[in-house]
Structure formats: structure tokens, C-alpha cells
């Protein structure tokens, strides 16, 4: 669903009805779905400053979509999922990325997410 939304504009309605349709999920379970990916996309600008200032070799604009739009959800659960651990997010962004991404591509996201855990964990 982020990589819809940044691709192009898709109706919630015709949205939904994709990911019931290919997803074989419940209406019920695909709004919820699609409400935490609009959460996400509306906070993506906060979400790549983070992972731009963990980026040190990468600037985000050379980071893929799929591999932007995992470390995009994963950040955004990291910064506001307080009730699952860190190592559980990073462990599913890992698998999407082995999914969607490049063994490359996968290292990668797994360095950016650590340091950004990094930093929520650090006091204040």
C-alpha cells in the first residue's frame, strides 16, 4: 500500500479492493491495513529525515522504493509501536526485504534500522 501511494494515486475503494483481492484478506483486516499505511505516507517526510540522518552512504534519493517504503514502515513502528520490541521489527523488515530486495539491499535496511533503534533507545 506505500508503494501505491507514492507511485500514484489510487482510490481507498479501488486500493482495498486490491489488497482483499490479492491478499485474500477481509475488508475488516485490509482497512486496517490500509489506515496504518496512510498514518505511514502522511508521516513519511519525518520518516526519510530519519532515515536520511542514519544513511551515511546512501542519500535516500538513491535508495529504491520497496527498500524506502520497508525502512519507512519499519521506522514508523519503531518510533510509535512501543508495545513490540525493536528486534521484532527489524526481524520483519528483514524478511520483506529478503522477499522484495537484494542480499545488498537487505544489509542495508538492516544497518539503517539498528541505528535508528539505536536511537530511540538512547535516554534523552
Known sequence: MLFAFQV???SEKDLVALMMRELQLSKKNTLVLYTKALDVWRMHAQLDEMIANNSLSYDLNRIGKVERNILRLATFEL???KSTEPAIIIAEANRL??????ESACHFINAIL???SQC???PS
Open 8 to 10: 500514484g494515486d489510487q
Open 79 to 81: 518510533v510509535h509501536e
Open 97 to 102: 526485504a529478503n522477499k522484495f530486495c537484494s
Open 114 to 116: 539498528d541505528a535508528i
Open 120 to 122: 530511540q533507545l538512547a
